[in-house]
């Protein structure tokens, strides 16, 4: 599995804990040095079940500088899409991307679930 994350970021870091603790196999993918593609991001979207406002990382700096809180409404799915893209601070994170589902944010008792 595909373990989607910023290393200075301190749920990303509980996220990996719980991983190793878990002896659960993945590879760790730093989102700031190889920001997911719109393919990727549309996959994992629609593998999440979440709506792709899920995926908008609402505490991060670049979020409010861009006031995106009030433009995201006005935005299709594409431009959201392509918005995410563009830089990988904009995701949440941390993400898991299995086989057949991803999950984002992260929420021990599901991850706990999801990983059996």
């Known amino acids: 599995m595909l373990f989607v994350n910023y290393p200075k970021c301190t ?13 659960i196999d993945y590879i760790s993918r ?12 549309s996959l994992w979207i629609e593998k999440s ?4 406002k899920k995926f908008f990382n609402t505490s991060g700096k670049l979020y409010k500088d861009m006031n995106l809180k009030d433009k995201l409404k006005d ?6 899409l392509g918005l995410l893209s ?10 898991l991307v299995f086989e057949d589902k991803v ?7 599901k991850w706990l679930e999801a990983v059996k």
């Open 103 to 109: 999950l984002v944010g992260f929420k021990e008792d």
């Open 11 to 23: 749920t990303c870091r509980k996220a990996k804990k719980f991983l190793d603790a878990n002896g």
């Open 75 to 80: 935005m299709s799915y594409e431009e959201k």
């Open 30 to 41: 730093h989102i700031a040095e190889e920001k997911p593609t719109k393919e990727e991001l």
């Open 86 to 95: 563009t830089d990988g601070m904009l995701v949440k994170r941390p993400i």
């Open 49 to 52: 079940g979440e709506d792709i």
